[in-house]
């Protein structure tokens, strides 16, 4: 009996791995597709049949995007912006999390329910209020108007407010018996003691920021002030699109974000898991 248990374990686990495997293999083919396509000749990569190698390797396409393009400028736009808006809603978010889990003040309740309703809204749904604000205010093709409207993260909120009522409230009443403000309270006790959350959702929240593409796109115009991944759009020429430059501007456009993911793996995990918890 247990030989046959362990049997269809064994089988099961196979037919798991094998399932993994495969889906591993799909999701990872389009970004090896890019990476190697951008290395071909335009005359191999449009070619009508498949070719999973090249038969001549070429960095022309990455000299042109680097010396042809303002690659540059945009990848400086996305980092400003994108450092912009982490350090804001995190930053934010931090003390409203507190402020919602520790404070008491009126309509704190009714705030709460308020972030919890704002979190099942898409961002989507506020694109034309947004831009009509953005547009009135004069910030269209400003960086200003490219990070205002991205500051909006419900669930850092509820993962900071969930963190803080995990605390013991030992550690705030003893604060509270030394005097201590609330200020000193917040950032002697209890952001010492989150770092690892905090790192987590910044990393989490700059690679949001970074592959953001739907404002960025409707709020910038002008070609200087485009992000990197609104500005891999006009890597073509007076001759039509080519598409191994596209695929060339799309694989510097990851580059940042993948190597972050590979560095802060970890951290990234982390978040998404404490994510997934609050929407569970």
């Known amino acids: 009996m247990k030989e046959t248990t362990a049997r269809r374990l064994n089988v099961a686990g196979l037919v798991i791995t094998v399932a993994t495997v495969v889906c591993a293999v799909l999701w990872a083919f389009p970004l090896y597709w890019g990476v190697v396509s951008s290395l071909k000749p335009e005359d191999e990569v449009v070619r009508p049949y498949i070719e999973l190698w090249p038969d001549t390797f070429t960095i022309s396409h990455y000299i042109f995007s680097l010396t042809q393009t303002e690659i540059g400028r945009w990848y400086l736009n996305s980092v400003v912006t994108a ?76 993962v900071y407010k969930q963190f803080f009522d995990g605390v013991p409230k030992d550690f705030r009443e003893a604060a509270v018996m030394d005097n201590a403000s609330e200020w000193r309270i917040l950032t002697r006790v209890y952001i010492p003691m989150n770092w690892g959350v905090t790192a987590a959702l910044s990393i989490v929240c700059f690679i949001w920021s970074w592959n953001s593409f739907l404002w960025p796109f409707l709020a910038v115009t002008r070609t200087d002030m485009m992000t990197i991944t609104v500005g891999i759009t006009q890597v073509n020429d007076a001759f039509g699109v080519y598409y191994a430059r596209q695929l060339t501007a799309a694989v510097l456009a990851g580059l940042p974000v993948a190597l ?21």
């Not at 003040?105 to 953005?134: C, G, K, Y």
């Open 83 to 158: 450092v912009a808006v982490t350090v804001l809603t995190v930053g934010s978010s931090l003390f409203c999390g507190y402020a919602i889990s520790q404070l008491q003040f009126p309509f704190r309740r009714v705030l709460w329910w308020l972030i919890l309703a704002s979190f099942m809204v898409p961002m989507q749904t506020l694109i034309v209020n947004h831009f009509e604000l953005v547009a009135s205010m004069g910030l269209i093709n400003t960086w200003s108007g490219i990070v205002l409207p991205q500051l909006i993260h419900p669930v850092i909120i509820i």
């Open 260 to 280: 972050a993911y590979l560095i802060f793996q970890r951290r990234v995990t982390e978040a998404i898991t404490l994510s997934a918890g609050i929407k569970g």
